[in-house]
């Protein structure tokens, strides 16, 4: 036995997996040669496991590279290998939470995404940024151009406009064949500006009260998955206000710009601050914000109480709605959703490991079939509409599109809508000229409140 009283021969662990700090303030947390040495030493561990083999293209990438090496082994791989790798990882999270048996506190100390954010921190500060990427992540931005000239963005980025998006992908990178986000004139910020009147008979009436987090692809992209969620609020009895401050930093994230998601988190929490003082709850509206300022923040700024009290604070819309009907119950009134119901359980949403909570919220709507696919969308925020990178998010997502053709649901939700999005693309792929047209797409308040008649 050690001195810790464990059992050093023990194969993986049977601890709790836990994530360590994000050192971004540190200058060795930048340092290229470690972070070059780090990758070879946990990619390492990774040959001789393999058990991430399917989860994504990173990994067979990786394997690849050792295996057509002039040794087989680690020691033969370079740092082109580890940019070939890391230009596959969405930061998705499933190789952490659902695969490794290797993670801390396990002495072996592995935690693959973590490490990949950590090489494109490096990278930046080295001076390696991709332009049309981070332009593409300024979201807040993005979204109050497009706001005035809606209809004519969504025009212009149309994949039935052949010539200009032929011309944005010769420009830009874009990939042509890409579903893009459409703007709408009338944010959900817009359509929210005053609370809606709770429902006096609701179980939650004088109990709860809400703050929507909006987020960005919500507030500017998809304003009636807002609408929806405070509809559904209010119908249970809570006060229910949207507060949007800014973006959660989820693209930023991606680039690997650690210090500007600190900075977003910091001024986020400091917003909500109040709210969370006056009794107020945090509802996320997608996955990738509630991964943010559930886990990802707090290992930014440990030593920051209003993020930790955010943190704490904050709960997906689907697992708010669960945790209401378990504590004080819903409002009457649910009927059946016709032709069924099939949910991706997005691999953001996975990764806050608190269950498949959208299928368990909408299993609360009678007589309805609800299914649910858990398999990577393949999408990952601007991973999947780049030129070098949509053709992966093809191959990653397919097999997920052929999984949710085959359950036949007239309905397809995600907790992720740029990956509801991109299935719903894959989707009409899958499905036979001679069958029924692809499912609708909604995220899965919206399916709930349709079953409230709201």
């Known amino acids: 036995m050690s001195e810790d009283g464990k059992d050093p021969r023990r194969e993986g662990s049977l601890d709790a997996p836990f994530r360590r700090p994000i050192e971004w303030r540190d200058d060795d947390y930048y340092d290229l040669e470690k972070v070059h040495a780090e990758l070879q030493r946990q990619f390492d561990v990774c040959h001789t496991c393999r058990r991430c083999f399917n989860l994504c293209d990173s990994f067979p990438r990786l ?37 490794c048996p290797y993670v801390p506190p396990h002495p072996f100390d592995i935690d693959i995404p973590h490490l990949i954010l950590r090489y494109r921190a490096a990278k930046r500060r080295a001076g390696e940024r991709e332009f049309v990427r981070e332009q593409l992540g300024k ?13 004519i963005a969504n025009w212009a980025t149309a994949r ?3 010539p200009l998006r032929k011309l944005l992908e010769a420009i830009a990178k874009i990939d042509a064949e890409a579903e893009l986000p459409r703007y709408h004139s009338k944010t959900a910020t817009d359509r929210l500006k005053g609370p809606i009147a709770p429902n006096p008979e609701g179980p939650a009436f004088g109990r709860r009260k809400v703050a929507l987090y909006a987020t960005c ?40 710009d650690v210090a500007d998601v600190a900075g977003r988190a910091e001024r986020v929490a400091r917003v909500f601050a109040p709210w ?21 923040w707090p290992l930014m700024l440990a030593e920051d109480e209003a993020v930790q009290a955010l943190s704490r604070a904050t709960r997906d819309i689907s697992q708010y709605v669960v945790e209401l009907n378990r504590e004080l119950g819903l409002a009457p009134g649910l009927a059946a959703v016709p032709g069924g119901v099939t949910i991706h359980h997005a691999c953001h949403a996975r990764a806050q490991n608190m269950g498949a909570k959208s299928a368990e919220m909408l299993r609360l709507i009678p007589d309805t079939a609800i299914e649910l696919v858990e398999r990577c969308s393949g999408h990952g925020g601007t991973f999947g509409v780049m030129r070098e990178t949509f053709p992966v998010a093809v191959k990653v997502g397919r097999p997920t599109a052929r999984q949710i053709a085959a359950k036949g649901s007239e309905t397809l939700c995600s907790d992720c809508p740029l990956a509801c999005k991109h299935l719903g693309q894959l989707l009409v792929a899958e499905t036979s000229p001679d069958a029924k047209a692809p499912p609708r797409q909604a995220h899965p308040i919206e399916i709930l409140a349709q079953a409230y008649g709201l």
Do not use: W
Not at 140 to 148: F, S
């Open 63 to 99: 394997f690849d590279a050792i295996d057509e090496s002039a040794t087989g082994e680690v020691d033969s791989i370079g740092r082109k290998d580890h940019d070939h790798v890391e230009a596959a990882c969405t930061l998705c999270d499933m190789c952490f939470l659902t695969k």
């Open 139 to 151: 979201t807040d931005r993005n979204g109050k151009l497009a706001k005035p000239v809606a209809p």
């Open 160 to 162: 039935s406009n052949t």
């Open 217 to 256: 692809f919500v507030d500017y992209n998809e304003p009636d998955t807002a609408v929806a969620a405070a509809k559904v609020l209010a119908h249970q009895g809570c006060e229910v206000e949207l507060v949007y401050p800014e973006c959660c930093g989820m693209p930023q994230l991606e680039a690997g």
């Open 276 to 296: 969370i003082a006056d009794g107020y709850d945090v509802v996320a509206l997608t996955a990738s914000c509630g991964l943010m300022m559930k886990f990802e």
